[in-house]
């Protein structure tokens, strides 16, 4: 790092920004598309979700877990839809910027997806496993309740 730093004379910000702008134009081109908006979308977030485990502060947790929930449902959607999406012109220019959207800590667009769309969309399924988990609960109780009864009249 500090032999490209001496050689270009930019700054670790600086060679990101530089190397976010060349991803950008790759992919608007659609040079290597796909695999700059992975480079993009998983390597960056990984390297900083890893940052933020590290770090004492609980809020950047959160919003890298939010993003990788987000990141997970499109990318289900993206598989399963990706034969017609992958036909819309820009399209991995698009997804690219959706994705940064979602990611950058000035405009946390997956806190922003997952209150207004997964959270409501969710909430029926988490119902369920709430109400599944309690009947599990009392269905354990009456059990044991059952066992100790028969290993006290032995």
């Known amino acids: 790092m500090e032999q490209v730093k001496q050689i270009t004379g930019l700054n ?3 060679m990101a920004k530089y190397g976010l702008m060349f991803g950008v134009a790759f992919c608007m081109f659609g040079i290597g598309a796909s695999y700059v908006t992975c480079i993009i979308a998983v390597a960056y977030p990984a390297f900083m979700s890893f940052l933020a485990l590290e770090s004492d502060d609980d809020e950047d947790d959160k919003q890298w877990l939010t993003y990788w ?10 598989q399963f839809a990706g034969f017609i999406l992958h036909w819309i012109p820009f399209y991995y220019f698009l997804k690219m910027g959706f ?7 000035a405009t946390q667009g997956a806190t922003i997806v997952y ?19 309690r009947e599990i609960s009392y269905a354990k109780k009456q059990m044991t309740d059952k066992v100790s009864g028969v290993l006290k009249r032995n």
């Open 115 to 133: 209150n207004h769309y997964i959270r409501e969309a969710s909430k029926p399924l988490t119902d369920a496993m709430d109400e599944a988990g």
């Open 12 to 14: 670790e910000a600086q």
């Open 99 to 105: 994705l940064i959207w979602c990611f950058h800590p």
């Open 69 to 78: 929930v987000v990141f997970g449902l499109f990318s289900i959607v993206d």
